[in-house]
């Protein structure tokens, strides 16, 4: 079958239970909040099939029990497994259409082999991304059309026309345009009007801003520091600006009439990323986006975990465009600033790789971020960190080759197995090189960081 046991580990659509159990109702609202998935009882959770007598009213009184546990009500389909000579019950839950199921008054979503109670902002997210829609289209409280500037309505009917991704007629008012693509019911604009027309939308929403810091090399110490404010469009430019100032660029003569400019990172990366954090963002959260600027590396955080329907391994794969704010979105991909296909995290590596700098890292941290790295391992930055001549050779030579063993240390630089241990080890510890492998089979690569 499909999804027979065998070979099986709990993952976001499978979970073991050793017998039917109270926890069973809350695994049943959990899948059908995510993916759907099956729960097999009689098999514990480290994957040992120990069986479950199923008697001639279990299915019965078992679907009863998830049924009145959860609303909207949940209705499993069940079938009897046998496995290693022992009979194991299979619980398979669908996908509930309409989001969140909860259960006993609670909602809860499948996070890898967990699963997870949801907060407050969470359930009204799915809520809406069940019905096809997202907070940023709901209508913002005490406004109206006046607090929309219609220059930069005007502006985005041009450029949407010159990307050819919309045609606006000439002569339409800025009101009418609006309210045909849903950024106004009436007269009143939604979020998404605001954050991206508004003549001031700080005023209605305090924490969308854009927070760019340098720091000294200690990662604490400010050097320089800008809360950047306006529209969506007007944060994006102004946290570039922001951004180059604070980078350094080199001049690269490539005999063209005109120098190459090579900055520490690839600039169309940054703004790749920049873009999506104002984006994507959860704009519920009383948070700025943060971009920090360290000696070695650049961040861009933005408040809220990924959106419900995307994980953090699909994130990397080719994927299907999951949107948090799906008329911010809209706009944006109008005007050329972004693609529909979910192709924003693939742009942001092949323009790293590119650059010869390491892939950026993604990660969920209280939020999401992406961080990336300057290609911090020439002889300047490892002189600066006080490396002796030795260690250095050794680096260049692992960021040559890919890595390096104990046996190249003392082949290559003369040295005795002490040594070469000694001064290994010492890399290790500076965070400059990590082991991999045990014994016979160790050997060293550069930190990822």
Known sequence: MPDSPAALHESETVEFKESFDREVPVSAGALANTRGGTIFIGITDRGNVVGTLIGTESFKEWGNTISQSTEPR??????????????????????????????????????????????????????????????????APGTNFTDLNTA??????????????????????????????????????????????????????SQATIHC?????????????????????????DAMEFIRKNIRVAFV?????????????????????????ACHRDYTISSAV????????????????????????????????????????????????????????QKMRTASEAAGIPEPVFQEDQGFSVIFRKDVFDRDYLVRAGLSERQISAVLFAKDTGK????????ILKVSGTT?????????????????????????LLSRR
């Open 290 to 345: 943060e971009i920090r600027i360290l000696e070695d590396s650049l961040k861009v955080w933005s408040p809220g975990r990924l959106a419900t329907g995307i994980t953090l391994p699909e994130l990397l794969t080719p994927h299907a465009s999951v949107l948090r704010n799906k008329g911010i979105a809209q706009v944006l991909y109008d005007i050329g600033w972004i693609e529909r296909w979910g192709g924003g995290i």
């Open 152 to 205: 930069k309505i005007a502006d985005y009917i041009r450029k949407a026309n010159e990307t050819g991704r919309r045609n606006i007629a000439a002569g339409e008012s800025p009101q009418t345009v609006l309210q045909k693509i849903g950024l106004v019911h009436g007269d009143i604009p939604t979020w998404a009007a605001i954050l991206v027309f508004g003549k001031d939308p700080q005023r209605s929403l």
């Open 74 to 139: 949940i209705i499993p389909e069940f079938e009897e497994l046998s496995r290693e000579g022992r009979t194991v019950a299979a619980i398979r839950i669908q996908e509930n259409p309409l989001k969140p199921v909860s259960v006993k008054g609670r909602c809860y979503r499948r996070v890898g082999a967990s699963n997870r109670v949801m907060q407050p902002h969470e359930i009204a997210e799915m809520h809406l991304q069940s019905v096809g829609s997202s907070w940023d289209l709901t209508p």
């Open 253 to 277: 003569m490539t005999g063209e009439p005109e120098r190459k400019q090579v900055w520490d990172y690839p600039v169309e990366a940054l703004r790749e990323a920049v873009i999506n954090a």
């Open 213 to 237: 810091g340098l720091f000294e090399v200690d990662g604490i110490s400010v050097l320089d520091d800008r809360m950047v404010r306006g529209t969506i469009i007007e944060q994006v430019d």
């Open 404 to 411: 390096i063993t104990n046996a190249d240390y003392q082949r």
């Open 420 to 444: 070469a241990q000694r001064d290994l080890k010492d890399l290790v510890a500076r965070n400059i090189l990590e082991m991999s492998g045990r014994r016979k089979g160790a050997h060293y």
